[in-house]
């Protein structure tokens, strides 16, 4: 992926260009087999009541606040980003690149529960909720075409990922999340296989701290396409730090870090650092 040469397009998608774009989505599933999601929504609608840190939190109790959020909210932007083993993203014989960015219509920014602060970062950042409220794509409907596009040999790739799994749950099956964090490992595994990968879990042995900004500019990584805090644009620099880390490790033989993971936070077990 640091050899790409092409211009990279972000494929805005709404709900008049779905269909079509989700049957561009299915011409690159056999051949671009790894996915990148990222999802926007309102921030932080429900804290956690003692205030604690996250990675002070227990897998279950982490399931809970992120249960309690998700329910609580509703997804604004999806991206997705696909691409083969060696990086390379599907151009479809055009002179570009293509990654994609679903735009939701369910959220309502003058009544629905949000996070104000967070809300102003994704106007500051581009996000049209007019456009969004009007133009944008329903849940069913995405869910519908979702449901039938993806195989069991894709491999999924996440930044910090329980919230971007929780919100596409919450779409496919059109009801809050299951009670208990058992229940939603089963559901992702229904859904998205056993191949699952989260770029912070990944690290978490070798104890890199910060967010998708900070650990991509420890492996000297730049946003070469759109804007942070848009979807489809963090989607693509989350696919670029995955194979930035997939190299790292195989270059010095850390094997247990290549292992498939659940969402950070969310592990029964953290990783141990192996070197083999």
């Known amino acids: 992926m640091e050899g790409i040469k092409k211009p990279i397009i972000i494929r805005e998608v709404w709900e008049g260009n779905l269909e079509f774009e989700f049957s561009l989505i299915r011409m690159s599933v056999k051949s671009h087999p790894f996915i990148t999601i990222d999802t926007e929504f309102p921030g932080t609608v429900v804290p956690d009541v003692k205030n604690r840190k996250f990675y002070d939190l227990k897998p279950d109790e ?75 794509v329903r849940s069913k409907d995405f869910a519908r075409l979702f449901r039938g596009c993806f195989g069991p040999n894709c491999t ?67 946003r070469v396409a759109g804007k942070s805090h848009q979807a489809g644009s963090d989607s693509l620099l989350t696919m670029q730090l995955f194979m930035k880390v997939k190299q790292w490790c195989i270059y010095r033989r850390y094997a247990t870090v290549l292992r498939p993971c659940m969402p950070y936070g969310l592990n029964l077990e953290v990783n141990r650092r192996v070197i083999v």
């Open 156 to 222: 999924w790739v996440t930044f910090h990922g329980g919230c971007d799994f929780g919100y596409l749950i919450k779409a496919l099956t059109n009801s809050d999340l299951p009670r208990d964090l058992g229940t939603f490992r089963n559901l992702l595994s229904h859904y998205f296989g056993n191949s699952m990968y989260d770029v912070k879990a990944m690290m978490e042995p070798f104890r890199f701290r910060g967010g998708l900004e900070s650990l991509a500019a420890c492996f000297n990584l730049v």
């Open 62 to 136: 982490t399931y809970s606040l992120m249960k309690a959020n998700v329910d609580a909210s509703k997804l604004i932007q999806l991206g997705i980003t696909m691409c083969d083993q060696y990086g390379n993203l599907p151009g479809f014989g055009s002179g570009a690149c293509f990654v994609w960015q679903f735009n939701f219509r369910e959220f309502d920014v003058e009544k629905d529960l949000q996070n104000v602060s967070s809300i102003e970062l994704l106007k500051q950042h581009g996000i049209d909720f007019s456009a969004n409220k009007m133009y944008g």
